[in-house]
């Protein structure tokens, strides 16, 4: 998909996010002014992080001030799930939410996170521009009041171990790989033969210096961001999970908006999800090289093996929750 076709593909979704408000440019005058608190987890000056800033310029220009957003970078707010517990409180208007943690709230979010589901970045944006996501965005409004404005790249993850290469499937036996408190994750890492130990984002970096973990699993850019690099000996070029992001805004907050200052919003978040989407694929594919050129060492596996053995995963994951196996065959078909 070129940058032409993706530009107008998710502003055209843009226009629909604001619940068929009519499209204008900017509030009216004297409207109330309005103050986003956006929470973000991410490290600064992350694609991410960087993400909340090109929003914040998009929708102070358009709005000339009247829409106000403050920026809350490195989790000074809390971890992601304290992040999405605060906005569902109405306690804080935005932060982002990834199908791995959303998925402990709508279930059918797993879908998103199965291990190899996804074939490439032009597929991931066929999926999250359709109607697999417009049918979990419903349901975490319904049950939430959490509000997914728009879908952002995060990338195809990798594993990184301290001394030990893995270069196939035995590999993995006995490891102590970090992972999220989700389902995917961790029946993922049972499944290839590694120990799954939760442990929060913000604390992976001393868990691999103490040999609390043995390794991580994430994107080649968060290797870079969160400088695991230092504490890493090998890359394993798995690409076994995609993630995605979403800017999530507090339901409360958002219908307590007029029309007129929910589509400047969506606007801007389009803006600044288009600029994400080319910005996160540059950023893995320049991180790759940078760790090769810290002394990192990448190494291949047979992604066939390792798909076989995690295939189980699907239906352990999806087979008992409602409607899971229709969007995996929507994801299938994209």
Same mark, same amino acid.
């Given at each position: 998909?070129?940058?032409?076709?993706?530009?107008? #593909?998710?502003?055209?979704?843009?226009?629909? !996010?604001?619940?068929?408000?009519?499209?204008?440019?900017?509030?009216?005058?004297?409207?109330?002014?309005?103050?986003?608190?956006?929470?973000? @987890?991410?490290?600064?000056?992350?694609?991410?992080?960087?993400?909340?800033?090109?929003?914040?310029?998009?929708? *102070?220009?358009?709005?000339?001030?009247?829409? &106000?957003?403050?920026?809350?970078?490195?989790?000074?707010?809390?971890?992601?799930?304290?992040?999405? *517990?605060?906005?569902?409180?109405?306690?804080?208007?935005?932060?982002? /939410?990834?199908?791995?943690?959303?998925?402990?709230?709508?279930? =059918?979010?797993? %879908?998103?996170?199965?291990?190899?589901?996804?074939?490439?970045?032009? @597929?991931?944006?066929?999926?999250?521009?359709?109607? %697999?996501?417009?049918?979990?965005?419903? !349901?975490?409004?319904?049950?939430?009041?959490?509000?997914p404005l728009s879908w952002l790249h995060i990338g195809f993850r990798d594993m990184l171990t301290i001394d030990k290469p893995v270069t196939a499937? /035995?590999?993995?036996?006995?490891?102590?790989?970090?992972?999220?408190?989700?389902?995917?994750?961790?029946?993922?890492?049972?499944?290839?033969?590694?120990?799954?130990?939760?442990?929060?984002?913000?604390?992976?970096?001393?868990?691999?210096?103490?040999?609390?973990?043995?390794?991580?699993?994430?994107?080649?850019?968060?290797?870079?961001?969160?400088?695991?690099?230092?504490?890493? #000996?090998?890359?394993?070029?798995?690409? @076994?999970?995609?993630?995605?992001?979403?800017?999530?805004?507090? *339901?409360?907050?958002?219908?307590?908006?007029?029309?007129?200052? =929910?589509?400047?919003?969506?606007?801007?978040?389009?803006?600044?999800?288009?600029?994400?989407?080319?910005?996160?694929?540059?950023?893995?594919?320049?991180? &790759?090289?940078?760790? #090769?050129?810290?002394?990192?060492?990448?190494?291949?596996?047979?992604r066939e093996e390792l798909r076989k053995a995690v295939e189980p995963v699907w239906g352990r994951l999806t087979g008992k929750t409602a409607g899971a196996s229709d969007l995996v065959a929507l994801i299938q078909a994209g």
């Amino acid at each position: 998909m070129s940058l032409s076709m993706s530009r107008r #593909k998710v502003l055209q979704l843009g226009a629909g !996010a604001a619940m068929g408000a009519v499209a204008m440019p900017y509030i009216a005058r004297g409207a109330t002014p309005v103050m986003i608190n956006f929470g973000d @987890h991410n490290a600064v000056d992350s694609v991410l992080s960087n993400t909340v800033l090109q929003f914040k310029n998009a929708v *102070e220009t358009a709005s000339a001030g009247e829409i &106000t957003v403050r920026h809350y970078p490195a989790a000074q707010l809390g971890s992601q799930r304290e992040l999405l *517990e605060q906005v569902k409180l109405g306690t804080l208007q935005m932060c982002f /939410g990834d199908p791995p943690y959303l998925s402990n709230l709508v279930p =059918q979010y797993a %879908v998103m996170d199965l291990p190899f589901v996804f074939r490439d970045w032009e @597929h991931v944006e066929r999926v999250v521009d359709g109607d %697999v996501t417009r049918t979990l965005g419903d !349901a975490l409004v319904a049950s939430q009041g959490l509000r997914p404005l728009s879908w952002l790249h995060i990338g195809f993850r990798d594993m990184l171990t301290i001394d030990k290469p893995v270069t196939a499937i /035995g590999d993995f036996s006995g490891l102590k790989f970090r992972s999220p408190e989700v389902a995917s994750f961790v029946e993922m890492f049972k499944a290839l033969g590694a120990t799954p130990v939760p442990v929060p984002w913000g604390e992976v970096y001393p868990a691999m210096k103490t040999g609390l973990v043995d390794g991580v699993e994430t994107t080649p850019e968060g290797m870079i961001n969160s400088k695991l690099y230092e504490v890493g #000996k090998y890359v394993t070029q798995t690409q @076994h999970i995609n993630t995605v992001g979403s800017p999530i805004v507090s *339901e409360r907050f958002w219908t307590g908006l007029t029309p007129e200052q =929910q589509v400047t919003i969506s606007k801007a978040i389009m803006t600044a999800t288009v600029w994400e989407r080319e910005e996160m694929k540059k950023a893995n594919a320049a991180a &790759t090289v940078q760790l #090769k050129e810290n002394g990192l060492e990448l190494l291949q596996v047979d992604r066939e093996e390792l798909r076989k053995a995690v295939e189980p995963v699907w239906g352990r994951l999806t087979g008992k929750t409602a409607g899971a196996s229709d969007l995996v065959a929507l994801i299938q078909a994209g």
